[in-house]
């Protein structure tokens, strides 16, 4: 599989003699979607696209790669990765919400930023990010108990930018 994680939604019959919903109406079916979302291990998944930019990228410039914030490449990446395709599904559940362009592939709220985490992000460079002085690691969000991340930015379609945790 080429994809590093991707959601979608499944289409869901419920018979009206196994539930007692009233709300189904007597003997009709009803039918309802639920979304679900699926993200790879990006340390072995292609990590040169699903762990960047913790990894050398597949193509483009290349830089050398950031020190993954908790240590782990594949993890770090997995997290950059689970936000995009939560915030797809959380904006585009049914892959009938907000999206750009053409449906077939559509730039949801994150994949409309690709490779931006900072300021001043272009092709092959995330952008100025915070550094661990201890570690080296980059990261852009404080999470519970001190633990650092790298998060994607997410498309603002109030000023049509990508919008970064660091402004």
């Given amino acids: 599989m080429s994809s590093c994680g991707f959601h979608d939604s499944l289409n869901l019959f419920s018979d009206p003699k196994s539930t007692k919903s009233r709300m189904m109406g007597k003997g009709k079916k009803h039918q309802q979607l639920l979304p679900y979302a699926w993200v790879g291990n990006s340390a072995s998944q292609c990590p040169g696209q699903c762990a960047w930019p913790f990894h050398q990228p597949i193509y483009g410039p290349q830089s050398p790669p950031l020190v993954a914030p908790n240590g782990d490449m594949g993890i770090d990446g997995m997290i950059i990765n689970i936000a995009t395709v939560l915030a797809g599904a959380a904006t585009n559940p049914f892959n009938t919400g907000y999206f750009q362009g053409d449906a077939a592939a ?62």
């Fill in 106 to 167: 559509p730039l949801e709220a994150v994949s409309a930023c690709p490779g931006i985490y900072g300021k001043g992000a272009y092709p092959g460079f995330p952008g100025e990010l915070l550094v661990d002085e201890t570690t080296g690691a980059s990261y852009n969000a404080h999470g519970l108990d001190g633990r650092k991340f790298l998060l994607p930015a997410m498309w603002d379609p109030a000023t049509n930018s990508c919008k970064t945790l660091l402004v």
